[in-house]
Protein backbone atom coordinates (compact mmCIF):
# COMPACT_ATOMS: atom_id res chain seq x y z
CA UNK A 1 0.00 0.00 0.00
CA UNK A 2 1.28 3.30 -0.89
CA UNK A 3 2.06 6.43 1.27
CA UNK A 4 -0.59 8.84 1.30
CA UNK A 5 0.73 12.34 0.01
CA UNK A 6 -0.78 14.91 2.35
CA UNK A 7 -1.35 18.39 1.94
CA UNK A 8 -0.39 20.06 5.42
CA UNK A 9 -1.00 23.42 4.56
CA UNK A 10 -3.70 24.08 7.13
CA UNK A 11 -3.58 21.12 9.67
CA UNK A 12 -6.14 21.44 12.59
CA UNK A 13 -5.08 19.59 16.21
CA UNK A 14 -8.41 18.57 17.97
CA UNK A 15 -8.60 19.84 21.87
CA UNK A 16 -11.49 18.60 23.73
CA UNK A 17 -10.94 21.13 26.35
CA UNK A 18 -11.11 24.07 24.28
CA UNK A 19 -13.92 23.01 22.38
CA UNK A 20 -16.18 24.84 24.55
CA UNK A 21 -18.32 21.03 25.03
CA UNK A 22 -18.94 20.85 21.25
CA UNK A 23 -17.99 17.63 20.09
CA UNK A 24 -14.79 17.35 18.26
CA UNK A 25 -16.68 15.29 14.91
CA UNK A 26 -18.48 18.92 15.23
CA UNK A 27 -15.76 20.65 15.14
CA UNK A 28 -13.91 18.71 12.49
CA UNK A 29 -17.21 18.94 10.05
CA UNK A 30 -16.81 22.87 10.42
CA UNK A 31 -13.01 23.02 9.83
CA UNK A 32 -13.43 20.64 7.06
CA UNK A 33 -16.28 23.21 4.87
CA UNK A 34 -13.52 25.93 6.27
CA UNK A 35 -11.19 24.59 4.33
CA UNK A 36 -8.59 22.63 6.50
CA UNK A 37 -6.74 20.29 4.57
CA UNK A 38 -5.44 17.68 7.53
CA UNK A 39 -6.91 16.69 11.10
CA UNK A 40 -4.59 15.40 14.12
CA UNK A 41 -6.80 13.95 16.51
CA UNK A 42 -5.19 14.81 20.02
CA UNK A 43 -6.80 13.05 23.03
CA UNK A 44 -4.83 13.21 26.26
CA UNK A 45 -7.71 11.99 28.56
CA UNK A 46 -10.00 9.68 26.79
CA UNK A 47 -9.46 5.69 27.39
CA UNK A 48 -8.01 3.57 24.62
CA UNK A 49 -11.61 2.62 23.78
CA UNK A 50 -12.70 6.06 24.17
CA UNK A 51 -10.18 7.21 21.50
CA UNK A 52 -10.91 4.32 19.34
CA UNK A 53 -14.46 4.78 18.85
CA UNK A 54 -13.89 8.84 18.15
CA UNK A 55 -11.19 8.56 15.92
CA UNK A 56 -13.44 5.92 13.65
CA UNK A 57 -15.98 8.32 13.59
CA UNK A 58 -14.06 11.21 12.63
CA UNK A 59 -11.83 9.47 10.44
CA UNK A 60 -15.02 7.81 8.31
CA UNK A 61 -16.47 11.51 7.98
CA UNK A 62 -12.94 12.81 6.63
CA UNK A 63 -12.75 9.72 4.54
CA UNK A 64 -15.76 10.51 2.53
CA UNK A 65 -14.68 13.94 1.62
CA UNK A 66 -10.28 13.07 1.18
CA UNK A 67 -9.00 14.94 4.25
CA UNK A 68 -6.53 12.57 6.12
CA UNK A 69 -6.65 12.04 9.68
CA UNK A 70 -3.19 11.51 11.80
CA UNK A 71 -3.71 10.63 15.27
CA UNK A 72 -1.62 12.17 18.31
CA UNK A 73 1.06 9.60 20.30
CA UNK A 74 -0.51 6.71 19.77
CA UNK A 75 0.40 4.19 16.98
CA UNK A 76 -1.96 1.11 17.75
CA UNK A 77 -4.92 3.79 17.70
CA UNK A 78 -3.75 4.64 14.29
CA UNK A 79 -3.84 1.05 13.15
CA UNK A 80 -6.74 -0.01 14.30
CA UNK A 81 -9.09 2.97 12.82
CA UNK A 82 -6.49 3.12 9.12
CA UNK A 83 -5.58 6.83 10.02
CA UNK A 84 -3.17 8.14 7.30
CA UNK A 85 -0.77 8.77 10.06
CA UNK A 86 0.87 9.01 13.40
CA UNK A 87 2.26 12.18 15.32
CA UNK A 88 5.07 11.71 17.86
CA UNK A 89 6.77 13.83 20.38
CA UNK A 90 10.35 14.03 21.43
CA UNK A 91 9.49 11.65 24.57
CA UNK A 92 7.35 9.28 22.66
CA UNK A 93 7.51 6.07 20.77
CA UNK A 94 10.88 6.65 19.18
CA UNK A 95 10.78 7.08 15.20
CA UNK A 96 12.14 3.30 14.31
CA UNK A 97 10.16 1.36 16.88
CA UNK A 98 7.50 3.35 15.14
CA UNK A 99 8.35 2.46 11.66
CA UNK A 100 8.52 -0.91 12.95
CA UNK A 101 4.93 -1.29 13.82
CA UNK A 102 3.11 1.03 11.30
CA UNK A 103 5.03 -0.04 7.99
CA UNK A 104 6.05 2.66 5.36
CA UNK A 105 2.48 3.06 4.20
CA UNK A 106 1.62 6.03 7.21
CA UNK A 107 3.52 9.03 7.23
CA UNK A 108 4.70 9.46 10.99
CA UNK A 109 5.22 13.21 11.78
CA UNK A 110 8.05 14.34 14.55
CA UNK A 111 7.85 17.19 16.72
CA UNK A 112 11.03 19.17 16.85
CA UNK A 113 12.25 22.17 18.90
CA UNK A 114 15.46 22.47 17.64
CA UNK A 115 17.99 22.24 14.79
CA UNK A 116 19.28 18.98 16.28
CA UNK A 117 15.94 17.34 16.93
CA UNK A 118 15.09 18.85 13.04
CA UNK A 119 18.44 17.07 11.86
CA UNK A 120 18.04 13.94 13.44
CA UNK A 121 13.98 13.15 12.63
CA UNK A 122 14.86 13.93 9.14
CA UNK A 123 17.80 10.97 8.89
CA UNK A 124 15.10 8.45 10.82
CA UNK A 125 13.04 9.00 8.09
CA UNK A 126 10.28 11.40 9.35
CA UNK A 127 7.28 12.45 6.82
CA UNK A 128 6.85 15.71 7.97
CA UNK A 129 8.12 17.99 10.99
CA UNK A 130 6.05 19.54 13.70
CA UNK A 131 8.40 22.85 14.52
CA UNK A 132 7.12 24.03 18.34
CA UNK A 133 6.56 26.27 19.74
CA UNK A 134 6.97 28.76 17.28
CA UNK A 135 4.86 31.33 19.02
CA UNK A 136 4.05 31.23 22.52
CA UNK A 137 0.91 29.32 23.67
CA UNK A 138 -0.81 28.35 26.21
CA UNK A 139 -2.72 24.96 25.01
CA UNK A 140 0.57 22.88 25.81
CA UNK A 141 2.65 23.70 28.78
CA UNK A 142 5.58 21.65 28.07
CA UNK A 143 7.43 22.69 25.28
CA UNK A 144 10.62 24.70 24.96
CA UNK A 145 11.00 28.42 24.76
CA UNK A 146 9.56 29.70 21.71
CA UNK A 147 11.36 29.40 18.27
CA UNK A 148 10.36 32.60 16.70
CA UNK A 149 10.35 33.05 13.10
CA UNK A 150 13.81 33.26 13.32
CA UNK A 151 14.09 29.85 14.67
CA UNK A 152 11.68 28.66 11.58
CA UNK A 153 14.26 29.79 9.76
CA UNK A 154 16.93 28.36 10.51
CA UNK A 155 15.02 24.87 11.10
CA UNK A 156 13.78 25.48 7.39
CA UNK A 157 17.28 25.75 6.35
CA UNK A 158 18.70 22.59 7.88
CA UNK A 159 16.51 20.40 6.36
CA UNK A 160 13.97 19.36 3.50
CA UNK A 161 11.42 17.89 5.35
CA UNK A 162 7.92 19.45 5.30
CA UNK A 163 7.53 21.75 8.14
CA UNK A 164 4.27 22.34 10.13
CA UNK A 165 4.06 25.34 12.31
CA UNK A 166 3.04 24.86 15.32
CA UNK A 167 2.27 26.88 18.48
CA UNK A 168 0.36 30.57 18.99
CA UNK A 169 -0.76 30.18 15.11
CA UNK A 170 -3.59 32.41 14.27
CA UNK A 171 -5.21 34.40 10.93
CA UNK A 172 -3.00 37.10 12.31
CA UNK A 173 0.54 35.58 11.61
CA UNK A 174 0.26 32.38 9.50
CA UNK A 175 1.19 34.62 6.95
CA UNK A 176 4.60 35.29 8.15
CA UNK A 177 5.36 31.38 9.34
CA UNK A 178 4.75 30.66 5.11
CA UNK A 179 7.33 33.18 4.09
CA UNK A 180 9.36 31.69 6.55
CA UNK A 181 9.61 28.69 5.59
CA UNK A 182 6.52 26.58 6.87
CA UNK A 183 4.73 24.09 4.77
CA UNK A 184 2.10 24.91 6.57
CA UNK A 185 0.50 25.87 9.46
CA UNK A 186 -1.03 23.86 12.63
CA UNK A 187 -3.74 25.30 14.66
CA UNK A 188 -5.10 24.86 17.80
CA UNK A 189 -7.12 27.39 20.06
CA UNK A 190 -7.64 29.38 16.57
CA UNK A 191 -10.24 27.04 14.89
CA UNK A 192 -11.19 24.38 18.14
CA UNK A 193 -11.90 27.83 20.76
CA UNK A 194 -13.56 29.74 17.98
CA UNK A 195 -17.71 30.71 17.94
CA UNK A 196 -17.36 29.65 14.17
CA UNK A 197 -14.89 27.18 13.21
CA UNK A 198 -15.70 27.35 10.16
CA UNK A 199 -15.60 31.14 9.11
CA UNK A 200 -11.93 30.71 11.04
CA UNK A 201 -10.49 28.17 9.40
CA UNK A 202 -11.39 30.23 6.43
CA UNK A 203 -9.85 33.36 6.89
CA UNK A 204 -6.78 31.31 8.26
CA UNK A 205 -6.51 29.53 4.91
CA UNK A 206 -6.78 33.13 3.30
CA UNK A 207 -3.79 34.28 4.59
CA UNK A 208 -1.59 31.11 3.52
CA UNK A 209 -3.05 31.42 -0.17
CA UNK A 210 -1.95 35.09 0.03
CA UNK A 211 1.26 34.34 1.29
CA UNK A 212 1.71 31.92 -1.61
CA UNK A 213 1.49 33.69 -4.53
CA UNK A 214 4.72 35.28 -5.72
CA UNK A 215 4.02 38.87 -5.26
CA UNK A 216 2.66 38.57 -1.86
Known amino acids: MAKRRIDYSLYLVTDRGLARGRPTLEIVRAAVRGGITC ?26 CGVPLIINDRVDVAL ?61 ADTAAPLGLAGL ?3 RAAVKTPLVAIGGLTRGNAAEAI ?3 ADGIAVVSAIVAAEDPEQAARAIKRE ?8 A
Open 39 to 64: VQLREKAASTREFIEEARQVNAFLNS
Open 80 to 140: AVGAAGVHLGQSDLPLAAARSLAGNSMVIGISVESIRDAVAAQAGGADYLGVSPVFATPTK
Open 153 to 155: RAI
Open 179 to 181: RSG
Open 208 to 215: IETARRPW
